[in-house]
């Protein structure tokens, strides 16, 4: 089973300042790896699909980059409606597998 | 617009089965393979269960394997997902996916007794 990790667990930010979360896979899934947002009592919602591809009504402050092993997520200019925990999640593989997450806070 | 719609959740005794039901609409479903993905109360989310767009290819997470079984009627736009023997540790909001893109709202499934 591939394992993601993620980095940050937690992050408080303040508005307008740039987020990277990272995400490490155990072993090479390519560009098999997407980047989701969770808002509280809501379902996930796809931000960035194969690692670096954009995603249609998704705002352009978020970006993704990364092959192989090493993936980040780029929040550019937060704003305050981005408070939420972010996954990743590879398709390279079965078991699918999610990182555990990356709750993001705004001061 | 996509639109995935489960039911069948609720509240069910260990050992209890439940049948969870994902209505989809807006897109050809026949052309799409689906996932059923869930997470439990504060936590991350744990994929559980693929299908292909025919039903010919299905895969299930270890945790799950022998327990629950994925199925899909192209004919009704629905993907089911039949959990049998279920354990306190089940317990968790059931989302359907196609594929990675579009996820339902969830269905909340407790078991306890």
């Known amino acids: 089973e591939i394992v993601l990790t993620q980095s940050p667990d937690f992050q408080s930010v303040t508005p307008k300042e740039k987020v990277t979360i990272t995400c490490r896979a155990s072993?090479?899934?390519?560009?098999?790896l997407h980047w989701y947002q969770q808002k509280p009592d809501q379902s996930p919602k796809l931000l960035i699909k194969?690692?670096?591809q954009s995603i249609s009504g998704v705002p352009s402050r978020f970006s993704g980059s990364g092959s192989g092993t090493d993936f980040t997520l780029t929040i550019n200019s937060l704003e305050a409606e981005d408070a939420a925990a972010y996954y990743c999640?590879?398709?390279?593989?079965?078991?699918?597998?999610f990182g555990q997450g990356t709750k993001l806070e705004i001061k | 617009e996509v639109q995935l719609v489960e039911s069948g959740g609720g509240l069910v005794q260990p050992g209890g089965s439940l049948r969870l039901s994902c209505a989809a609409s807006?897109?050809?479903?026949?052309?799409?393979?689906m996932n059923w993905v869930r997470q439990a109360p504060g936590k991350g989310l744990e994929w559980v269960s693929y299908?292909?767009?025919?039903?010919?290819?299905?895969y299930y997470a270890d945790s799950v394997k022998g327990r629950f079984t994925i199925s899909r009627d192209n004919a009704k736009n629905s993907l089911y997902l039949q959990m049998n023997s279920l354990r306190a540790e089940d317990t968790a909001v059931y989302y359907c996916?196609?594929?990675?893109?579009?996820w339902g709202q969830g269905t909340l499934v407790t078991v306890s007794s």
């Open positions: 996916a196609r594929g990675i893109v579009n």
């Open positions: 807006g897109f050809t479903f026949s052309s799409y393979e």
């Open positions: 299908i292909s767009s025919s039903g010919s290819t299905i």
């Open positions: 072993q090479s899934i390519g560009s098999s």
């Open positions: 194969y690692a670096s």
């Open positions: 999640h590879q398709s390279s593989s079965l078991p699918q597998t």
